[in-house]
């Protein structure tokens, strides 16, 4: 009995629909999930096997619906820019540092579907790519990513190694979400920002202080190195002429030195020849002192008179020419003239 029903059944949808059998392909990117509206062959609802990619599937439609999902790395762009992201007009993402300032940033969310949670993304979520990111992955991503960004102050916002800590922390936060609904987040990219108009002109006015201020430490150390460089040339040439100078007076000491021993070997000399001339003269008197100088002084008196007429006359009325003693009359005019006390 309910064999004849079935194959009535199958008889009735069958012509009703004009239709044979039915094809269904998945594209290499693709996995397809089957609904069975007719309870004939299997439960009603959502089949649990998913049908892969790249295939062709026969089944009779009219006893199934049939969807499919790509499940390649998906781009949730939101930005501010009209014409480039997802949804017209500005979709950036908007928060509040910690210190009251307003701000917006451009956010691109890679993500992708688990081939194997289709069938429970398209009984709970939806039955598409575009519904899943629609329905669930745009609306927690943007809360989930605002509540982490809301952390940070204005100035950790301007440090690039603070928002890559960020964005990951938000990656993380996203999966542990979606783990159970089959979405998996790949990565989150932080992109242009711009704050409110007052700040903004203070975050520029502020820059334009530190590079002014960059400027001027650098002219201060480039001037602080030129210093330095002429102090070391001062060094060096105040050391060469110290050099020099010790150079020039080692010089005039050597030839002081040279005068000195020289004055000195010339002193002594004169001392030894002085010495020597006063020893002679010290003996030569000594000798004279003698018996023996009397015979060089007469030796000497004969000498200057060898040779010179001699006039002998009576020196007074007792003097007898004839016992005159000769020897006596030349010594004593020799002794006269050798004193320069001659009578003539």
């Known amino acids: 009995m309910r064999n004849a029903t079935l194959a009535r059944l199958l008889a009735v949808g069958l012509g009703l629909s004009g239709l044979t059998a039915c094809t269904a392909t998945t594209e290499s990117t693709q996995v397809g999930v089957r609904v069975n509206k007719v309870p004939l062959l299997s439960a009603r609802g959502v089949e649990p096997d998913v049908l892969p990619q790249g295939a062709t599937y026969f089944f009779f439609r009219p006893f199934y619906d049939w969807y499919v999902y790509d499940v390649a790395i998906q781009n949730l762009v939101m930005v501010r820019e009209p014409d480039e992201g997802d ?8 928060f509040k540092t910690i210190d009251g300032n307003d701000v917006s940033v451009n956010v691109t969310v890679q993500w992708a579907i688990d081939p194997a949670r289709t069938p429970y993304l398209l009984q709970f979520v939806g039955g598409s790519t575009t519904e899943v990111e629609e329905k669930l992955v745009r609306p927690v991503s943007r809360a989930v990513i605002r509540d982490v960004l ?15 800590e960020t964005a990951v922390e938000a990656s993380e936060r996203l999966n542990r979400i979606f783990e159970r609904e089959g979405v998996i987040v790949q990565q989150i990219l932080l992109g ?9 002109q ?3 006015d502020k820059k334009v202080a530190e590079q002014e201020a960059e400027r001027l430490v650098s002219e201060t150390e480039a001037a602080g190195e030129e210093q330095k ?7 060096g040439q105040v050391s060469k002429q110290i050099e020099g100078a010790l150079g020039e007076a080692s010089k005039r000491r050597l030839e002081a030195d040279a005068i ?3 004055r000195q070997k010339q002193a002594e000399a004169l001392l ?3 010495q020597a001339h006063a020893k002679g003269l010290t003996e030569q008197a000594n000798a004279l002192a003698g018996s023996g100088g009397t015979k060089m002084v007469k030796l000497e008196i004969a000498k200057a008179l060898q040779g010179k007429r001699m006039l002998f006359l009576p020196a007074g009325g007792a003097m007898d ?5 000769m020897n006596t009359l030349l010594m004593s005019l020799g002794l006269n003239r050798a004193v320069g006390t001659s009578g003539e």
């Not at 949804?87 to 908007?94: A, M, P, Q």
């Not at 809301?150 to 890559?164: I, P």
């Open 260 to 262: 000195y021993f020289q």
């Open 87 to 94: 949804r017209t007009g500005d979709d950036s993402l908007r």
């Open 202 to 204: 203070i975050i520029r």
């Open 272 to 274: 030894a020849e002085k």
């Open 321 to 325: 020419v004839r016992t005159t003693d």
């Open 229 to 235: 460089r002429d102090l070391e040339r001062a060094k």
């Open 150 to 164: 809301n952390q940070l102050t204005s100035e950790e916002y301007y440090q690039a190694s603070r928002r890559f």
């Open 192 to 200: 242009e920002h711009k704050f409110n108009d007052t700040y903004e």
